[in-house]
């Protein structure tokens, strides 16, 4: 079992008294979700040549994954997995917070916490 991908969510109280601080330092807003169409941002996903870097709001989160969001966390980790099955085993020790869901952008999920209290979400897209 391998990660395609390992990206880190920061979970924030507002998205955009974040932005400016990434922007600096070279990242750029390639998807955004807001609350409305004009409404403030519930996720962003920014990019720069380092990487990816994620940031959800807490009330989007506890909304969202609310097994997840009761442990207060500051960040998560994401990972692409070529299969959640394979990933799960090989993380068989791992407490599960999320068996498995789809959502809504097509990718079947499982969120876990690891040893030192790190939660992971596993993604298998396609």
Same mark, same amino acid.
Do not use: H, N
């Given at each position: ?41 519930? +996720?962003?996903?920014? #990019?720069?040549?380092?990487? =990816? %870097? ?6 989007? &989160? $506890? !909304? ?39 959502? +809504?952008?097509?990718? #079947?999920?499982?969120?876990? =916490? %690891? ?6 979400? &596993? $993604? !298998?897209?396609?």
């Amino acid at each position: 079992m391998k990660l395609d991908k390992l990206v880190t969510l920061l979970v924030v109280d507002q998205i955009e008294e974040c932005l400016p601080a990434w922007e600096a330092v070279g990242y750029k807003m390639s998807v955004r979700v807001p609350d409305a169409d004009t409404g403030p941002l519930r +996720f962003v996903i920014l #990019t720069a040549p380092s990487g =990816e %870097l994620m940031l959800q709001t807490r009330k989007s &989160l $506890a !909304e969202d994954l609310p097994d997840v969001a009761a442990r207060r966390p500051a960040y998560l980790l994401y990972a692409d997995v070529p299969s959640l099955t394979d990933a799960k085993e090989a993380l068989r020790g791992a407490e599960v917070l999320v068996p498995r869901r789809k959502t +809504f952008y097509g990718a #079947t999920e499982a969120w876990l =916490e %690891l040893a030192g209290k790190v939660i992971l979400g &596993l $993604a !298998e897209r396609g």
